[in-house]
């Protein structure tokens, strides 16, 4: 059997200024060195978590547990980065978030 050291931690990014999505000047976006700071704070902190949540996204991702999620969505659906649109991957997708020159990501949100 094989062991390995390595461990995989889920973090959960806000909207972040770069160029990777067209953010870079986006007002509504988390500057990337304060992103990667409040990370490895957090890794540092808790070197055992399985996941990190910076404060900024844990609005988003606690939105289903708090009830909020609607709010939420229509929200960041509103914004001017991202127009909501229907998605037909699955089921249970909800909803597809897009810029105005890409597919973001196809969104599976429970009920």
Avoid: H
């Avoid at 990337?32 to 988003?60: C, G, H, Q």
């Avoid at 606690?62 to 001017?80: E, H, P, R």
Wanted: glycine share 4%.
């Amino acid at each position: 059997m094989l062991t390995s050291a390595s461990k995989v931690i889920e973090v959960v990014p806000p909207g972040v200024r770069t160029t990777l999505l067209g953010q870079e000047d986006s007002d509504q976006s988390m500057p990337l060195d304060e992103f990667l700071t409040e990370t490895l704070d957090l890794l540092r902190e808790k070197p055992d978590a399985k996941e990190i949540v910076v404060e900024r996204a844990r609005f988003i991702r606690d939105a289903v547990a708090n009830g909020t999620y609607d709010n939420i969505l229509a929200m960041i659906s509103g914004s001017s980065l991202f127009r909501q649109r229907s998605c037909s991957a699955s089921s249970t997708t909800r909803s597809r978030l897009e810029t105005s020159t890409s597919t973001v990501r196809c969104a599976a949100w429970p009920r």
